[in-house]
């Protein structure tokens, strides 16, 4: 069993429903929770970065780390067609070079007009 | 991205035929990763260097080899390619604070 988990998906939202993307972990060291997101053929990229427990917000984007029940979600609100990507959930036992994040297998997300 | 360069962004090989992915960052970072991505598996660490001059296995680093040439280069040298290596290889440098950054990949197909 990996230590971060996600539902592969594919998740298919019409366009400008909230969508909410969940994760697992097991590595009660984990500290740093990170979302990427990589659209097809193209590197991950950075959207959401959290430390500890709590809420963070960007935009239509938001962040939730509840570390008691070691859950992490994103929430997109007014999804659009171009939030069609794969969304990784990455965590973190510190930072710096020597704390490899661990990363989900990721989960699909499809935005239909 | 900017700041994370790989080439060649594809390649196709032969089976036991050899090559090298390279990357280079220009941002300064001290830490580079190598990861695979296959579909269904996420992303697997191959290798990483935590400094110049230091190397260490991932979680998958059997067939592989990796060189850090300098801070800012880290090359992943396949020496006798097999099917299985067949994947998208990414390069990646993380900020002191963990935030990684990614280059846009390496398609390799090996037949």
């Known amino acids: 069993q990996k230590e971060v988990e996600q539902d592969p998906g594919p998740l298919s939202v019409p366009e400008g429903a909230i969508v909410s993307l969940n994760c697992t972990y097991s590595n009660s060291a984990f500290q740093y929770f990170m979302w990427y997101r990589q659209y097809s053929r193209k590197g991950p990229e950075l959207l959401m970065y959290t430390y500890s427990s709590g809420n963070k917000e960007d935009g239509r984007f938001t962040a939730q780390v509840d570390k008691s029940s070691k859950y992490i979600s994103l929430f997109i609100r007014d999804s659009q067609p171009s939030d069609s990507a794969t969304y990784l959930c990455?965590?973190?036992?510190?930072?710096?070079?020597?704390?490899?994040?661990?990363f989900g297998r990721g989960t699909s997300l499809i935005v239909h007009p | 991205n900017a700041g994370v360069t790989q080439t060649p962004k594809f390649q196709v090989l032969k089976t036991g035929q050899s090559m090298t992915l390279q990357c280079a960052q220009d941002?300064?970072?001290?830490?580079m990763y190598w990861y695979r991505q296959d579909p269904g598996m996420g992303l697997r660490l191959i290798y990483y260097s935590a400094s110049e001059g230091t190397t260490d296995k991932g979680e998958v680093p059997t067939g592989y080899n990796v060189s850090r040439l300098n801070k800012r280069e880290f090359s992943l040298r396949l020496e006798s390619a097999a099917p299985s290596q067949t994947s998208v290889y990414f390069c990646?440098?993380?900020?002191?604070?963990?935030?990684?950054?990614f280059g846009e990949g390496s398609r390799l197909t090996v037949l």
């Open positions: 941002m300064n970072h001290n830490s």
């Open positions: 990455v965590s973190s036992a510190g930072s710096g070079g020597s704390y490899i994040p661990t």
């Open positions: 990646a440098s993380p900020l002191p604070a963990g935030e990684l950054f």
